[in-house]
């Protein structure tokens, strides 16, 4: 029997971790992502501590993820892959057929969603995938049911041989609570098996169809005889009200605000694919209106709809009360209930807006991005020339590149445009991280197809972006990749390597590069300013920076051009100087003062 830890203050990563140790879970594998780029670190912790065995995969993209875990799971391993929501994009094509497939062992595919686009580049809405793959989605509505729903997540996969999806907002993600956490449960003890099953895992022809037909029964089944949602106020009002996930403590906090609980009728549902119809048809048996409250595009309301179209009379409403885009907040969710049952909402006034200067992000002190871009454009300068960007720390503002859009854009938009433009030149740009992801299969086909191209590598040694998880070129790495020999073996014509920290080196690569045809890659390797090699934290002891104002002529390369955030002005000045509490010492700044006007001095021991 399980000891009570007691109450412990988590939030949603962490809840999703202790979720899969009480779940007993054999296999975990991701792609990082925020916002649940956190749940690997935790659940290695909690292994670590409680010494469960858990064997981990962190994979170089979601394609790779999910199949892995698929590949635990019919071996009897309780298998668990998470990722963000824009990564289900990239784990859409197997996951389209795991519920033909089967499972054997409990699996569970989990995905950080983004309303609001707070930590990603769009908000797309992914529930529009499940009826397509046609697998079970749960949506936990706080801390301590993310945790609960874990095991039970296991429980249905295996009950019905299929993955089980678990959709979770970033409002929950990033939220915490006080949980009642017990010790994780002692491993299993199964001995994991392949048992060969040609029939049930070959899907060409009729076998396809056949093994269609028996995944809809299958999730007939469950919709038949799974129910797992709570009701709350009054079953007998005339109202109803319905919602999934984050929304529901808005919607509860809004009826009792308001004084509605006798008028309404509250149904949270946390399985929200498939719907069960009978509960559904009871709940709006007696209902002369339904309200759906929920994020995104209406998925819910969707749903609800067809399942009672040409059964119900009663109207349903969602996203003709509320928006479709950004995050729900309680203001909205209280004025959407107040005016969709005709009473006023009196919401509490809001705080007046502050008027925020904008300011550009930027990236780090001692980011070895700055100084390449740098390099880059004392190449490109004003010219029409193109800079392919990609998705990572180099597309923090200020946006160097001419697009950011997803996980190697940066080198697949610019080898088409390399095939039909003359006059511009192309330097196509992304992080090591993305190379790894997919960027290898997209530079093998500008191979493949003989393309005139120019790739620059951002080779920072950590996949940074989403907290610093290994890469394959990660020094300390034990299967430290050898750049060189892989970029070889993948028939690149032309490979050049370059210090980022020095940013004429770069500049000289390209102007190198660009005078050559074929494929092309500049390899720009510097440390992450978070995980410094041993010369720079060195220098970070024994060097001082100071500018000589009276040398520098004002010229402002190193304060504007390359935009060091160390470099500050004095207030009501020109002059500029060197913050050495914020300064990494990367020596950038010396390279590219044209005047010598900062002196370095070493500290005596």
């Not at 209106?289 to 067809?306: A, P, T, Y």
């Not at 972006?465 to 690149?492: A, C, F, I, N, W």
Request: aromatic share 8%; glycine share 8%; hydrophobic share 40%.
């Amino acid at each position: 029997m399980s000891k009570l830890i007691g109450k412990t203050w988590i939030d949603g990563n962490e809840a999703l971790a202790w979720g899969a140790a009480l779940g007993q879970i054999d296999y975990f594998t991701h792609y990082p992502g925020s916002p649940v780029n956190r749940v690997a670190n935790d659940l290695e912790e909690i292994d670590q501590e409680h010494e469960l065995g858990i064997k981990f995969n962190h994979a170089l993209n979601e394609h790779v993820a999910i199949l892995a875990a698929a590949g635990a799971s019919l071996c009897g391993a309780r298998s668990m892959v998470v990722m963000k929501h824009v990564g289900l994009n990239i784990a859409a094509d197997p996951a389209n057929y795991l519920g033909v497939t089967g499972v054997k062992g409990g699996m569970v595919i989990v995905v950080g969603t983004d309303p609001g686009a707070t930590c990603s580049t769009g908000e797309e809405d992914v529930h529009w995938y499940v009826p397509q793959f046609n697998l079970p989605l749960l949506e936990p509505v706080s801390i301590p049911q993310i945790v609960e729903s874990i095991p039970t997540a296991f429980e249905l996969s295996e009950r019905y041989s299929l993955p089980v999806l678990l959709f979770l907002p970033a409002t929950l993600c990033f939220n915490s609570d006080a949980v009642d956490l017990p010790t994780p449960p002692a491993r299993r003890p199964v001995r994991f098996h392949f048992e060969q099953n040609r029939d049930a895992y070959t899907h060409v022809g009729a076998k396809a169809v056949q093994h269609h037909a028996e995944h809809l029964q299958r999730i007939a089944d469950l919709r038949s005889s799974t129910w797992r949602a709570r009701e709350f106020f009054n079953s007998s009002a005339p109202v109803g009200i319905i919602s999934r996930g984050a929304a529901h403590c808005h919607t509860y906090e809004a009826i009792i605000e308001l004084g509605l609980e006798e008028g309404t009728h509250l149904l949270t549902t946390e399985l929200v694919y498939p719907l069960n119809e009978n509960e559904i048809r009871t709940f709006a048996a007696n209902k002369e209106r339904i309200l759906v409250v929920e994020d995104q595009d209406g998925f819910l309301e969707f749903s609800l709809k067809n399942l009672l179209y040409n059964e119900s009379p009663c109207p349903i409403h969602g996203k003709d009360r509320l928006p479709s885009h950004g995050d729900l907040d309680y203001q909205m969710v209280l004025r959407a209930v107040a005016d969709f049952l005709g009473c006023e909402s009196n919401p509490p006034p809001r705080l007046p807006p502050v008027e925020i200067p904008e300011r550009l992000g930027t990236y780090c002190e001692g980011c070895p991005h700055r100084s390449t871009f740098f390099g880059i454009d004392q190449v490109v300068g004003d010219s029409d020339s193109i800079i392919g960007g990609d998705i990572g720390c180099s597309s923090l503002p200020p946006h160097r590149p001419d697009w950011l859009l997803c996980m190697n854009a940066g080198i697949g938009l610019s080898q088409g445009m390399a095939q039909v433009v003359d006059e511009q030149s192309i330097i196509s740009t992304g992080g090591e991280g993305s190379f790894f992801h997919m960027g290898i299969i997209s530079l093998l086909n500008a191979v493949h197809n003989k393309i005139d191209f120019l790739h620059l590598v951002f080779d920072n040694r950590i996949v940074a972006m989403t907290g610093h998880q290994l890469s394959p070129t990660s020094e300390g790495h034990d299967q430290q990749v050898d750049h060189r020999k892989l970029l070889e073996s993948l028939g690149v014509d032309h490979i050049f390597e370059a210090n980022a920290f020095l940013p004429f080196e770069v500049k000289y690569r390209l102007e190198q590069a660009q005078k050559l045809s074929g494929v092309r890659v500049l390899w720009v390797r510097g440390n992450c300013a978070y995980f410094p090699d041993a010369e720079h934290q060195h220098r970070r002891k024994v060097r001082t920076l100071q500018i000589h104002n009276d040398k520098c002529g004002s010229c402002r390369t190193c304060f504007e051009d390359l935009g060091c955030p160390a470099i500050n002005e004095r207030p009501g000045s020109t002059d500029i100087y060197v913050d050495l509490d914020r300064c990494a010492r990367c020596g950038v700044c010396l390279e590219v003062c044209p005047n010598e006007a900062i002196e370095v001095q070493e500290l005596k021991n």
